[in-house]
């Protein structure tokens, strides 16, 4: 098997030290079995999705040193190819069209939360022939999903997961307005960019479900999955703002070197006996999924500035001179003359065995 994964990031902010670790952990694995890592902007979402976003997350994996091969691919580009596999799915009987109102939908929920039933879509327009379709109503097309049996997942790293295929509605593959669904257009990019591996967030695993009823209806190939689990703050609650910085870009401007954020990020979930400090190199060649744990991990900044004065002693004080750099001259307010290059980096000689991060202040 030609192995190919795929990073796909919605580009609403920074690159999150989350995704960092998932995309090195696709970025490892292509390169361990010799395989693609792509790059996919998932920007569907046009109200949050912007510019700035997008060049946030390509600047932090090339800062962090992942770079992806070919092109990036921008899923927002490929909503006619989207619309074009749900249209071939109503073709054969796989999809149809529901005209249900807004205002029907509402009701049903209304309904169905009031008897204490789970809310999803009824089916009310799954077997109806469309010519009682009220007028001046556009319908969205929607999976005709399964109603009996299960799906089974045999996850690379969670295991065989069930779900019983009466929980999963019918999901919408196209709105009204005839724009593709973001479950949708995930299934159709992965399986046009032959992603053979998907490795993401285990918060995608009940996703995995749903769209594995898109790839059985077409008859693509099915990837393998493998849903690695999140990361905690040290207080065991899913990492977020209160527990300090999470986009690579701040961690970068606090002076961590990338290669220690590497070697600390792969070590949050994965492990190879007691290493702990592991050069790319070795990184490479000893990654695979049945490393990862299935327990979340617990960030700590702490070990992460220890990890990062491990490498400071490392690197050679002439590939330092770069990083440090810019930040003298930022707070000098002027650019530093050779000869006081020259005595900068004399004196990181000394200056590393006491440093824990590449900053001047």
């Not at 796909?8 to 998932?22: D, M, N, Q, V």
């Not at 074009?84 to 807004?102: F, I, K, N, T």
């Not at 969205?140 to 999963?168: C, F, H």
């Not at 992603?195 to 009823?213: E, K, P, S, Y």
């Amino acid at each position: 098997m030609n192995v190919v994964t795929r990073f796909a990031p919605s580009p609403t902010g920074y690159l999150h030290i989350g995704g960092a670790r998932t995309a090195l952990f696709n970025w490892l694995f292509a390169r361990h079995h010799g395989g693609k890592y792509l790059l996919r902007i998932e920007d569907t979402d046009r109200a949050r999705s912007t510019e700035p976003a997008i060049a946030a997350i390509l600047d932090g994996l090339s800062w962090l040193g992942l770079p992806w091969d070919g092109e990036v691919t921008y899923q927002f580009a490929r909503a006619a190819r989207h619309a074009e596999v749900a249209h071939r799915m109503l073709a054969a009987g796989h999809a149809y069209h529901c005209y249900a109102s807004p205002a029907e939908l509402d009701e049903m929920r209304a309904a169905q939360k009031a008897a204490g039933k789970p809310m999803r879509y009824d089916g009310r327009w799954r077997d109806r022939d469309p010519k009682d379709a009220p007028a001046g109503v556009s319908p969205v097309v929607r999976l005709k999903a399964p109603q009996t049996g299960q799906t089974i997942i045999k996850d690379a790293v969670q295991g065989e997961v069930t779900v019983e295929n009466a929980q999963l509605d019918d999901m919408i593959l196209l709105r009204a307005d005839g724009t593709p669904t973001y479950m949708l257009a995930v299934v159709v990019d992965d399986h046009d960019m032959d992603v053979t591996h998907v490795i993401r967030g285990d918060d995608h695993l009940n996703n995995a479900f749903r769209q594995l009823q898109i790839i059985r209806a077409m008859g693509w190939p099915e990837p393998v999955y493998a849903h690695i689990p999140l990361i905690h703050g040290p207080d065991g609650a899913k990492l977020s703002k209160r527990h300090g910085a999470l986009g690579v870009d701040a961690y970068r401007d606090m002076g961590f070197l990338p290669a220690a954020l590497r070697n600390y990020l792969l070590r949050l979930g994965w492990g190879h006996g007691d290493d702990e400090i592991i050069s790319t190199a070795q990184a490479i060649e000893w990654f695979d999924l049945d490393g990862v744990g299935r327990s979340a991990s617990r960030f700590d900044l702490a070990k992460l500035t220890n990890l990062n004065a491990h490498y400071l002693r490392e690197t050679p004080d002439a590939e330092l001179l770069p990083l440090v750099l810019p930040r003298i001259e930022e707070r000098i307010g002027g650019k530093v003359a050779d000869a006081g290059r020259e005595r900068i980096v004399r004196g990181l000689s000394g200056v590393k065995p006491r440093a824990h991060a590449c900053r001047t202040r």
